[in-house]
């Protein structure tokens, strides 16, 4: 059963610092990982998805790296911005089923 | 708009009362699916759909029921409800073959 974990669970940075969240995952059969953004009290926007044959993908200040065989991912956050917080989830796609298996978040804070 | 909208957005249930959540997308997705979403953990998937007529059951489907009697709708049933479905539950879908979800805001279920 494929788990999916992200350490901290919480993280608190001053404002235009740069960061980097964890992502790891038991089975490296994946077919691809995505990172979400979760606001308080909205649902998930997804970030970035990175295929299980890429290294990485951007998307303007966000940088997501995928290591397969070690079962690792980061989302590297550029200069950071108060309007960056919020809880970033990642989740594997995985199994003959091809369900998707989210970590339980990191909840960044940024202070101005 | 475009996107995934979920009714209701919050709901106050008593133990043994039944309630179904609504899940409309207006962008011809083929695939839909729903999660609870507990403090501390993940989101975790309850039923999913691969397209009208068809459902299937996901990591934690006991005390839910689903349909998917239009292409646009998934509905998902709690016939008696119990105090550990008290969480908030996502709907979201994606076109077959393509990866990356549209959620919905979110259902805030309170069962007491």
């Known amino acids: 059963k494929q788990e999916v974990t992200q350490i901290p669970a919480a993280l608190s940075v001053p404002e235009g610092e740069n960061l980097v969240l964890n992502c790891s995952f038991t089975d490296s059969a994946i077919y691809n990982l995505q990172w979400f953004r979760q606001d308080p009290g909205k649902g998930l926007t997804s970030l970035l998805l990175i295929q299980s044959s890429q290294r990485e993908q951007t998307s303007g200040r966000l940088n997501a790296s995928l290591d397969k065989s070690s079962g690792r991912s980061t989302l590297y956050i550029a200069a950071s911005q108060p309007g960056d917080s919020a809880t970033y989830l990642c989740a594997v796609l995985s199994g003959s089923a091809r369900q998707l298996t989210f970590g339980s978040g990191t909840q960044l804070t940024v202070l101005p | 708009n475009a996107g995934v909208t979920q009714t209701p957005k919050f709901r106050v249930l008593k133990t043994g009362q039944s309630m179904t959540l609504l899940c409309a997308q207006d962008m011809n997705h083929e695939y839909m699916y729903w999660y609870r979403q507990d403090p501390g953990m993940g989101l975790r998937l309850i039923h999913y759909?691969?397209?009208?007529?068809?459902?299937a059951k996901g990591e934690v489907p006991d005390g839910y029921n689903v349909s998917r009697l239009k292409k646009q709708n998934f509905l998902l049933g709690l016939e008696s409800a119990a105090p550990s479905q008290t969480s908030v539950y996502f709907c979201a879908s994606h076109f077959a073959g393509a990866n990356v979800l549209t959620f919905g805001a979110g259902s805030r279920l309170t069962v007491l």
């Open positions: 759909s691969v397209g009208e007529g068809t459902t």
